[in-house]
Structures are given as structure tokens and as C-alpha cells.
């Protein structure tokens, strides 16, 4: 996978947030994209860090997330933990009702990373659906001056599978969110004390 998160500290933090987010939205449509693939930028597993502090991550159940238990509850985490443990009753009429046409929302309001931007500019809603032969997880992204965008998290037959990358998805990016704001934060801090030096000099 060619996308790098800035959740690695590397070089998509440098580059401008036009190249970076196009290479977010336009991620390869109908294959099944683990959010910890999409965050750690396909690393091994043992070189996870979390996605909101950047701590190195042990816990296997925090690996899978890719963030750490408080960060995950920081970033909104757990609200649709307990859809995962329905019975297999709830999940057939799950498929059904999405095999009629519906959808199931898991949250409206997600944050989503704009790097480079102090100010939040993006929500996001997260949802599943039944589309052309497969269950998808996928994103709704909303700017105020934009048109909404779509993203897909995941796509397969298994409805589990899918569900479970969109209950995860909107910690996920809420999480990678809040440090490219962080990131830009401290970027624009250098800046303003370069620019103190630079006055002072003159
Ligand atoms: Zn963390």
C-alpha cells in the first residue's frame, strides 16, 4: 500500500496536504483494508504505535486497533464496541436489512486528518452498506466549501469482518485526526520562533 499516515512522523507531514489527501481518498476500491494496515502504512505488527500519542504499542488488542485503551476512548472509541457481540439472530437481520437497501450509521461525526491545518475542517460518517455483491464499511467525508467524498475501509461477504473495520474506523481516523493537528501545531510554533529570531536580528 503506497500510503504513508502521518502517524509515522515521516515524510507526508512535509509534503503539501493536497497530494497527501488524494492519496487518502482515492484508496483502491473493493479490497479489504485492515485500519491498522491503513495507519501503520502496512509495518509489522510489532512496530506498532498508537495513532493518537505515537507510544510504541504492546497489548495484541491494542495493536489491532492501533491505539492504546485511553486513546482510543479519547478518540471516541467504544461507543459501538457492544454491536460486535450480537447474536447471531441480530446479525441476519443485519444482512437482511442491508440487502434491502439499507444502511447502519456508526457515528456521524467523526473527525478525519487534514494535515497541515490547525483548524478542523472535516467530519466524517461511517457506515455500512450492501453494495454490488458485498458488505462495505465506508466513510462519508463532509467540508463546508467541498463536495462530500467517499472512502472505503473494507469490503467483503462477511458482514462481521466488515462491520467491525467501520466500528473501528471512526476512532481510527479521529485518532490520526488529533496528532496532524498536533503536528501542525508544533510546526507552526517553529515558525513563529524562527520569524521572532529572524526580527530580532534586523
Ligand atoms: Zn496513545
Redesign the pocket.
Known sequence: MGYKSPVDGNKAQTKRKSGFKSRILNLPNPILLQTDRVVNGGRKMSEVN??????KLRNPHSIARS??P??YAKSGGGVFDRDLNADEKEWARREQLLKAGGEIDLGVNWDYPDPGNLIRRYTMRVSVRYKDGAFEAYGRIFAPDEKPKEIIFARSIDLKTVYREAVAAGPTYS?IAHRARQEAGKRAKMEWRKNQRRLMVV
Open positions: 498508537c495513532a493518537r500519542c505515537g507510544r491505539l492504546g485511553v486513546c485518532a
